[in-house]
Protein backbone atom coordinates (compact mmCIF):
# COMPACT_ATOMS: atom_id res chain seq x y z
CA UNK A 1 0.00 0.00 0.00
CA UNK A 2 0.96 3.46 -0.85
CA UNK A 3 0.17 6.65 1.09
CA UNK A 4 0.70 9.74 -0.55
CA UNK A 5 0.10 13.71 0.98
CA UNK A 6 0.38 16.79 -0.88
CA UNK A 7 1.16 19.71 0.35
CA UNK A 8 2.46 23.22 -0.85
CA UNK A 9 -0.85 25.26 -2.19
CA UNK A 10 -2.64 28.54 -1.12
CA UNK A 11 -3.47 31.61 -2.50
CA UNK A 12 -1.56 33.34 -4.96
CA UNK A 13 -1.88 36.25 -7.11
CA UNK A 14 -2.51 36.09 -11.45
CA UNK A 15 1.57 35.56 -12.22
CA UNK A 16 2.91 34.26 -9.14
CA UNK A 17 4.35 30.77 -8.41
CA UNK A 18 3.71 28.02 -6.09
CA UNK A 19 5.84 24.60 -5.71
CA UNK A 20 3.73 21.64 -4.93
CA UNK A 21 4.82 18.15 -3.19
CA UNK A 22 3.93 15.17 -2.76
CA UNK A 23 5.05 12.90 -0.33
CA UNK A 24 5.43 8.87 -0.44
CA UNK A 25 5.46 5.72 1.80
CA UNK A 26 4.87 2.33 1.82
CA UNK A 27 5.64 0.69 -1.35
CA UNK A 28 9.14 1.43 -2.53
CA UNK A 29 8.52 5.50 -4.26
CA UNK A 30 11.03 4.53 -7.10
CA UNK A 31 9.04 1.75 -8.46
CA UNK A 32 6.28 4.30 -9.17
CA UNK A 33 4.83 6.00 -12.24
CA UNK A 34 3.89 9.53 -10.64
CA UNK A 35 1.35 12.31 -12.10
CA UNK A 36 -0.27 15.63 -11.23
CA UNK A 37 -3.92 16.23 -11.61
CA UNK A 38 -6.63 18.55 -11.18
CA UNK A 39 -9.85 19.31 -10.74
CA UNK A 40 -11.76 23.07 -10.73
CA UNK A 41 -15.48 23.37 -9.27
CA UNK A 42 -18.21 22.10 -11.45
CA UNK A 43 -15.06 20.61 -14.04
CA UNK A 44 -14.30 16.96 -14.58
CA UNK A 45 -10.20 15.81 -13.61
CA UNK A 46 -8.13 17.23 -15.30
CA UNK A 47 -4.25 15.56 -16.64
CA UNK A 48 -1.97 18.11 -15.55
CA UNK A 49 1.72 16.52 -15.69
CA UNK A 50 3.22 13.37 -15.43
CA UNK A 51 6.85 11.63 -14.92
CA UNK A 52 8.36 8.13 -15.14
CA UNK A 53 9.88 5.71 -12.51
CA UNK A 54 13.16 7.04 -13.33
CA UNK A 55 12.81 10.75 -14.21
CA UNK A 56 13.96 10.50 -17.60
CA UNK A 57 10.81 11.28 -19.43
CA UNK A 58 8.31 13.96 -18.51
CA UNK A 59 4.44 14.63 -19.83
CA UNK A 60 2.02 17.91 -19.79
CA UNK A 61 -0.89 19.17 -20.70
CA UNK A 62 -0.77 21.71 -23.20
CA UNK A 63 -2.12 24.44 -20.97
CA UNK A 64 0.74 24.03 -18.54
CA UNK A 65 3.84 23.44 -21.13
CA UNK A 66 6.52 26.08 -20.52
CA UNK A 67 5.24 27.17 -16.99
CA UNK A 68 4.63 23.57 -14.79
CA UNK A 69 7.36 21.15 -14.13
CA UNK A 70 7.14 18.08 -12.57
CA UNK A 71 10.29 16.49 -11.12
CA UNK A 72 10.94 13.86 -8.36
CA UNK A 73 13.24 12.66 -5.68
CA UNK A 74 13.15 9.27 -5.23
CA UNK A 75 15.90 9.46 -2.26
CA UNK A 76 13.01 11.70 -0.65
CA UNK A 77 9.99 9.78 -1.56
CA UNK A 78 8.71 13.12 -2.98
CA UNK A 79 7.52 14.14 -6.31
CA UNK A 80 6.86 18.11 -7.06
CA UNK A 81 4.86 20.22 -9.22
CA UNK A 82 6.87 23.66 -9.86
CA UNK A 83 3.99 26.39 -10.85
CA UNK A 84 5.26 29.55 -12.64
CA UNK A 85 3.36 32.38 -14.43
CA UNK A 86 0.14 30.92 -12.65
CA UNK A 87 -3.30 31.93 -14.19
CA UNK A 88 -6.48 32.22 -12.66
CA UNK A 89 -7.68 29.40 -14.54
CA UNK A 90 -5.55 27.09 -12.72
CA UNK A 91 -7.38 27.23 -9.59
CA UNK A 92 -8.28 24.24 -8.60
CA UNK A 93 -7.62 20.83 -6.14
CA UNK A 94 -4.54 19.32 -7.32
CA UNK A 95 -4.06 15.73 -6.54
CA UNK A 96 -1.43 13.67 -6.94
CA UNK A 97 -1.35 10.05 -8.31
CA UNK A 98 1.09 7.30 -8.65
CA UNK A 99 1.03 3.75 -10.24
CA UNK A 100 3.12 1.26 -11.06
CA UNK A 101 2.23 0.87 -14.74
CA UNK A 102 0.13 4.04 -15.72
CA UNK A 103 3.58 5.86 -17.34
CA UNK A 104 1.81 7.56 -20.56
CA UNK A 105 -1.35 7.47 -19.00
CA UNK A 106 -3.52 10.64 -18.73
CA UNK A 107 -6.60 8.85 -17.55
CA UNK A 108 -7.01 9.22 -13.63
CA UNK A 109 -8.61 5.39 -13.91
CA UNK A 110 -4.92 4.35 -14.50
CA UNK A 111 -3.68 5.19 -11.50
CA UNK A 112 -4.05 3.30 -8.36
CA UNK A 113 -2.95 5.32 -5.38
CA UNK A 114 -4.06 9.14 -4.74
CA UNK A 115 -3.40 11.78 -2.37
CA UNK A 116 -6.35 13.98 -0.65
CA UNK A 117 -5.72 16.71 -2.84
CA UNK A 118 -4.17 20.49 -1.98
CA UNK A 119 -6.06 23.88 -3.28
CA UNK A 120 -4.40 26.81 -5.54
CA UNK A 121 -6.05 29.67 -5.81
CA UNK A 122 -4.67 31.95 -7.92
CA UNK A 123 -6.65 35.30 -7.82
CA UNK A 124 -6.74 37.70 -10.16
Known amino acids: QVQLVESGGGLVQDGGSLRLSCAAS????????MAWFRQAPGKEQEFVAS????????GYTDSVKGRFTISRDNAKNTVYLQMNSLKPEDTAVYYCAGDRDAWGARSGKNYEYWGQGTQVTVSS
Open 26 to 33: GRTFSNLA
Open 51 to 58: ISRSTSST
